[in-house]
């Protein structure tokens, strides 16, 4: 399936990745996936990190990538759960721990190197990739697989 709508824009500072991920977070809504794609370092965490904090997670809550844990669920206007596929090596890792019960919830799913496994990815998503353009650059590219994510494209706050 190809996307309907598709941006791109260069972050020069980590802050302005977080950034883009705040203002993202403000234009999220219950059950929407965020497939986050790019190499070890690129990013991803970063923007999760501005994602939860546009959603209204507490700043006492540290958004860190669950590569161990797996999954992190964190409060705000919405549940996030910010889930990390790096360490897994097979579907069943990611079937036990109750993937597609995260999904039927009233919130917010956003999958670091969700690539691994795309068979999980919903056909309705937003794919996010984040890429290394230099040392201080980052290529951020989003691509909304449904009309539903078309107010991530949005120029408005």
Known sequence: MLPLVTQRCLTTQAEETRALGRRFGRRAQAGDFVACCGALGAGKTTFVQGFAEGLGVGVNDYVRSPTFALVHM?????????????RLSCLNEVQDIGFEEYL??????????????????????????????ASD??????MAYDRSYVRYFLNTG
């Open 104 to 133: 039927e919830g009233e919130g917010v799913a956003i999958v670091e190197w969700a690539d691994k496994f795309p068979q999980l990815v919903p056909t309705v998503h937003l794919a996010v990739y984040i890429r290394l353009a």
């Open 74 to 86: 964190y409060h705000g206007r919405l549940p996030l759960y910010h889930f990390d596929f790096y």
């Open 137 to 142: 650059r980052r290529c951020v590219q989003w």
